[in-house]
């Protein structure tokens, strides 16, 4: 199992065209962020402010690395188990969440503040929020992977799915609510606010049940079930 893991982390970012769709994740955060720094009004120039828009834009990409790997499985001339996959995604996701917290630190520290009330509150939990962001984010690309064959009907899943039920939640005033504790942009906001509470914790882990670890179970078992080629 050590190397099956090993095999998947390496396979994560083994390739010349993951690491420039890293490279290029990071780039597309980094202008993101100098032009935001560029646009806003100096008092909203603070990091969870930065935070909440370059990590969401951001983690609309890492479910792709996601994905990546679970065509991996099903191209493996044999029969790999699921869980190092799925585990393995986890590093793209650190990367891009490390990296796009110092992109924002960094964007900040060489912008002048003055004008901002208290640009770093909340920045430890911001940070940490960020990198949870992104690796719920890789777990939605390796659940939807594991779901569905098609790599882009996959990544466009990824896309459409959360915002199609938070957007639907949210038409209805009754339903609103649950948006925190059933989507991920629900807990994406309260993450990258770094205002969190237990309620809001507790709301982040029911999201990680849900999209994290429920839908990678029903996806490996479906695959099992399906049975996987053999062979590219």
Request: hydrophobic fraction near 55%.
């Amino acid at each position: 199992m050590d190397g099956t893991i090993r095999d998947a982390l390496r396979r994560s970012l083994g390739t010349p065209a993951r690491r420039w769709l890293l490279v290029g994740t990071l780039v597309a955060g980094l202008l993101a962020a100098v032009a935001l720094v560029a646009a806003a009004d100096p008092a909203d120039r603070t990091f969870a402010d930065l935070s909440g828009t370059v990590q969401s834009l951001t983690s609309v990409v890492t479910p792709l690395f996601g994905i990546l790997l679970v065509r991996d499985l099903r191209r493996s001339p044999v029969h790999l188990p699921v869980l190092p996959t799925v585990l393995a995604v986890g590093l793209p996701a650190v990367v891009v969440g490390v990296v796009g917290v110092l992109i924002c630190a960094a964007t900040l520290a060489l912008t002048p503040t003055e004008a901002a009330v208290e640009p770093w509150r909340f920045a430890g939990t911001v940070a940490l929020g960020s990198v949870l962001v992104q690796i719920v984010a890789g777990l939605v690309g390796t659940g939807l992977g594991l779901l569905l064959r098609s790599v882009v009907l996959a990544f466009l899943a990824t896309i459409i799915l959360p915002l199609g039920l938070f957007a639907l939640l949210g038409a209805v005033d009754a339903l609103r609510p649950a948006q925190p504790w059933l989507t991920p942009l629900g807990s994406v906001r309260n993450l990258l606010s770094g205002e969190m509470s237990t309620l809001r914790w507790v709301q982040w882990l029911c999201v990680l049940l849900i999209w994290g670890v429920g839908l990678n179970t029903v996806g490996a078992a479906l695959l099992n079930r399906r049975g996987r080629p053999t062979g590219s």
